[in-house]
């Protein structure tokens, strides 16, 4: 009798364990594929955003693990040395920074942090105790439905690993984990320029100088009078003692060695300290990060122009008379590819909306700021957003219950992306999630209530300091139509600083005397009816050899070719992308020109002499 009550009792004990064993499968803690780890969060790619959600899901007690695919850790941050950073702020000037990248900008700010030394030990502290391992190739997927089960990789040594997880975080530039997952991107840039092959941001190759006096340079621009400093560098261009952006007079002057390929776009420079400066500003194009020849290619295209930049920047920034090449970064920050369904797309009306959510997990700004790509050298902006929120489900993917993104996978329309992507807001997005998903250990995220999250949102607030839920940001859109709000998410209406709506696709040409005017940045838009031209590049055109811009008078003085005598224009001006536009035809007019529109060409012809055409 007593072997039937042992065998029965050994029998509910085996019941036990494997259903004791498959809830704890379940919550990612075992597994029963041998051979195989379990985490709660495994991370593919070592973006500096994904480590914040790594940093925080760790030390909240989850079982984390980061795989990189390539043999380097840090992507845009170390690989790409993309080092100059950018701060996000309300129209109050008040910065919306939260969360540990704050730290991060103070460090920065204080000059702590500048050089490539610094930003990898402050990486490698961010990251330390976390298990991670380079040159991770994923190999296959195991999902039976819409849950990945696991994933299989090869390491260094080309042996094959399985590791199963509660939670995929794709954390890279390029996808790896969506694109192994099969799933089609959203249309892009390509949509917006009615071009047929796939179009992207222009990457950057992040230009490193030795030798500059930037003392000397901070204290010569802030010595010349606004109508030079506008003049010689832009209206909008800024220099402190840390950082300097702005100079498209100065660019404007370079001619590319390939300008099929490449395009000098404003500078935005960093002060490294010790007479180094590192900068933003030399763009290549056709960069498909999930393709390495191509940034191969585009990083010997850059390498090409660099000599020439250099002499460049001696003959027209002061303090830069000495400047010299100071080694090369490893790869390129690349700006953008492919936009994926997640379960919320973020759209410019959002952004210009100050639209809060309820699971919202970051509070963003900036610009809207599409840059330069093949089919728009310059790029443009299409407005300034007040504040923004972003929702947790624009980092839920669509077609996989258990998958993250962050960083610039961030759902988000190909407009709406020009703010969504910029740094801040994606780190805090991530810090965020890694927090909710040691909250709500198990639970789908996707399930979550607004209970829950509003429960969330309390703990951000007193327990970290970070306030999820502010008041909406000001709208930018009210009173605009349903009609122009959908020209707006697509890209076709920029909203000016003063609520004047401009139009610049499709672009604009504009012909004198039928030679076609090269605007060597922002190309003529429409402005209530109205085309405006960059100031400059139209006189030149007219004979003008000098020209001054004085803003605060609304007033350009030029002489023309051949003369000495200063002329000047009283004339009403706008500022669109740091350039200073004017009233075409009143400009034309002016100098007793006649300009003629041809509305199926989008093309103004200008005629000095109408007898003689």
Partial sequence: MKRPILRYTLSIVVVVAVLTGYMLQRQGVVSFLPGTRSYDVVIIGTELEGMYL???????????????????????????EMLYLDETFDDQGKSLLQGSIKQLFERYYSGEIRKLSEFKSYFNQLIRGIPLEKNAKLTAIDKPDRLIRSLTYETKNGKTQTIESRYFVDNTDSAELIRQLGIQPLPGLESLYQVPQKEY??????????????????????????????????????????????FPPIVARYELNNPDKANLRGLNILNQKDGEVIINALQVYD???????????????????????????????????????????KSL????????????????????????????????????????????REGFAIGKPDKYGIPLRSY??????????????????????????????????AESIGLLLAKYKGKDL?????????EFHAIMRNTHGIELTPSPGASKITGMTPEDIQDLNEGHITLLSNASQA????????????????????????IDGKTWSPAEELLKSFGASFVRIDLDHKE??????????????????????????????????????????????????????????
């Fill in 287 to 329: 960069v498909d990060p999930s393709r390495p020849e191509t940034i191969a290619s585009a990083m010997a295209v850059a390498k090409e122009e660099m000599p020439r930049i250099r002499d460049l920047l001696r003959q027209h920034i002061i303090g830069f008379e000495n400047v010299e090449l100071n080694g090369e970064p």
């Fill in 446 to 454: 996707k399930q979550l209530t607004a209970e829950q999250m509003s």
């Fill in 333 to 376: 920050y690349v700006r953008e590819y492919n936009h994926y369904p997640m379960e919320y797309m973020l759209q410019a009306s959002d952004l210009l909306g100050g639209v809060m959510h309820p699971d919202n997990v970051s509070v963003g700004g900036y610009f809207i700021d599409i840059q330069g790509s093949r089919s728009n």
């Fill in 201 to 246: 941001m222009s990457a950057t190759y992040m230009m490193k100088f030795k030798n500059v006096d930037w003392e000397k340079f901070y204290g010569s621009f802030w010595q010349l009078s606004k109508p030079e400093r506008t003049t010689l560098y832009g209206p909008e261009t800024y220099v402190d003692a840390n950082i300097a952006y702005g």
């Fill in 396 to 429: 839920l993917l669509k077609d996989a219950d258990n998958v993250i993104v962050t960083g610039k996978l961030v759902g988000s329309s190909y407009v709406a992306y020009g703010s969504a992507r910029i740094q801040p807001n994606g780190a805090l997005a």
């Fill in 54 to 80: 790594a940093r925080r899901a760790n030390d909240a007690g989850l079982r984390v693990k980061i795989l990189e695919p390539s043999s380097e850790i840090g992507g845009q941050l170390l690989q790409g």
């Fill in 556 to 613: 350009i003085r030029y002489t023309m070719s051949g003369s000495t005598e200063m002329k000047s224009i009283a004339t009403p001006l706008n500022i669109l992308n740091n350039r200073v536009l004017v009233n075409l035809r009143d400009i034309s007019d002016y100098f007793g020109y006649k300009t003629f529109w041809d509305n199926p060409k989008r093309m103004i012809n200008i005629y000095s002499n109408l007898e003689s055409n």
């Fill in 503 to 526: 139009r610049t696709l499709p672009f604009i040409r504009v012909f004198f005397n039928d030679q076609e005017v090269k605007f060597t940045a922002h190309r003529p838009v429409i």
